[in-house]
């Protein structure tokens, strides 16, 4: 893969980086002599925090606006020409891009909360331990907040830990295979209450078969119907997903991250619509409520009766923020003007398999299988088939050195950071890197891993010259 390469696949693939605002070496207050302070970043952590569209700072001031001039008259009468949405209904326009996001319908998606809030508000809701069936099965090396969910429901139940259950990566893998959760499905299916697992794993960028894994458990269970959920904090916005073909039961997630909605912006969540169809005052199945879950026609009456909307809007709790919703509609419009989620993912698959190409060519590259911790270099810990992980590659450096001066993994990321290219560090040993297909380019990921090569050289002089030192 050459620099001609990049530039002829980025002729090929569209980028939308101009709806983007980028850091700078300025504005992230790095200086170096070899690049003006106006030089834009090679930003690649969009698997952390998105960067903020350029259209997000006027429609959050449009809102600013009509609070200043119409205070609690705008919930009913925007000020805003053309006419905008009035605060009352402003998270309705945003579901029809959203249930496009993943592949739902319009009546299964809400905007509501943070990401383990909703989660822990659909855990309340979907595990019924009953009998034997008690237990919660999800990965070992699953987000620590959902891990704290998932012991705490299990506690609210007076169960212990016991009753959660596991999926550990094998001794010389780096991932969970399919096999080994159909496997672990299989073995404890007769206590099983509830499965959820990620989308894509957050810290190897593993994509789950997750129509596979949750037809398999439905087509299990039967009558019995365990419910399937799915954390897809790092999978909405990242690759194409068909929640309500696949009969998942519920997911949720957050936007901060590829939905490019901000920090700690207002999550989002799917509920299946044969859990909501039959919704009535008189017959509902009890869920942590608020009254923007209930009937909008009958909300501003104050009674006393709950009357749950006949979809997913009825897990709303309270009356979404204003200010993220329109940041996270923003967002979508670019989504939107991209052609949606296939031929962002058409160009994801190729931009990370020539990120990929670049890596393992490099003499520092070390095969998965080497289990010689000992070896200078790196390994991908993600899956390198790309139908099989998202935009993220995550890099294990070694040998681990106790002493972050001496640690291979940070002081390569140091290095990067001086030139301005900026990923996502997860200490000890593993930096990752996340060319997005919406505003990231061929052409700077050839030159950011030109650069991850280059700070292995330099580190691998300046550690052979300090052995050699040693040794005299």
């Known amino acids: 893969m050459s620099l001609e390469d990049a530039k002829q696949l980025d002729k090929r693939f569209p980028t939308y980086k101009h709806e983007f605002n980028v850091p700078t070496f300025e504005s992230l207050g790095i200086n170096n002599s070899q690049f003006p302070p106006t030089t834009e970043s090679i930003y690649l952590c969009g698997n952390s925090l998105g960067l903020m569209p350029k259209q997000t700072s006027k429609a959050i001031n ?17 000020p805003g020409e053309p006419k905008l949405t009035n605060w009352v209904d402003i998270d309705l326009p945003i579901l029809p891009m959203l249930s496009q996001i993943v592949g739902a319908n319009q009546n299964e998606v809400a905007v509501m909360g943070s990401l383990t809030s909703n989660l822990n508000a ?27 969910a998932f012991l705490n429901i299990v506690k ?17 893998e780096t991932y969970l295979k399919t096999e080994q959760i159909i496997d672990a499905i299989d073995k404890n299916f007769p206590e099983l209450a509830l499965v959820c697992l990620p989308g894509i794993q957050y810290y190897t960028g593993q994509y789950f078969e997750i129509e596979k894994i949750t037809k398999y458990i439905k087509s299990k269970s039967g009558d019995e119907n365990i419910p399937v959920g799915w954390d897809l904090a790092h999978a909405v916005g990242n ?41 009535t005052s008189d017959s509902y199945k009890p869920r942590l409520a608020g009254w923007w879950g209930n009937n909008s026609k009958e909300r501003f009456k104050m009674i006393e009766k709950f009357d749950p909307i006949a979809s997913a809007l009825s897990y709303r709790q309270s009356n ?22 296939q031929p962002l993912r058409e160009k994801s698959i190729v931009l990370t398999q020539f990120l990929q190409e670049i890596l393992v060519k490099s003499k520092y590259y070390i095969k998965q299988s080497d289990l010689d911790q000992t ?35 940070e002081n390569v990321f140091k290095y990067l950071h001086q030139y301005a290219i900026i990923c996502d560090e997860r200490r000890p040993d593993v930096i990752r890197i996340a060319p997005l297909p919406l505003y990231n380019t061929f052409e700077e990921t050839y030159r950011a891993a030109k650069r991850l090569l280059e700070a292995l050289d330099k580190f691998a002089i300046v550690n052979n010259n300090n052995n050699n030192n040693n040794n005299t």
């Open 62 to 78: 449009n809102e600013l606006q009509a609070w200043s001039m119409r205070g609690v008259e705008a919930h009913f009468n925007h």
């Open 122 to 148: 659909l855990l309340i809701h979907f595990y019924k331990p009953l009998g034997k069936r008690t237990k919660i099965l999800f990965e070992k090396q699953a987000f620590p907040s959902d891990y704290y």
């Open 156 to 172: 609210l139940f007076g169960f212990d830990e016991s009753h959660l259950i596991q999926i550990e990566v094998q001794a010389g």
């Open 239 to 279: 690759v194409p997903l068909q929640l309500h073909s696949w009969g998942v039961d519920f997911a949720a997630w957050c936007s901060y991250k590829y939905l490019n909605s901000g920090p700690g912006a207002i999550a989002g969540i799917f509920v299946h619509e044969k859990h909501t169809a039959q919704n």
């Open 320 to 341: 979404p923020s204003v200010i993220d919703c329109v940041a996270l509609h923003s967002s979508l419009q670019v989504f939107d003007k991209a052609g949606g989620m």
């Open 375 to 409: 070896k200078f270099g790196f390994k991908i810990l993600t899956p390198l088939d790309p139908m099989q992980r998202g935009c993220q590659l995550s890099l294990l450096f070694q040998p681990h050195k106790e002493n972050k001066d001496e640690n291979v993994m």
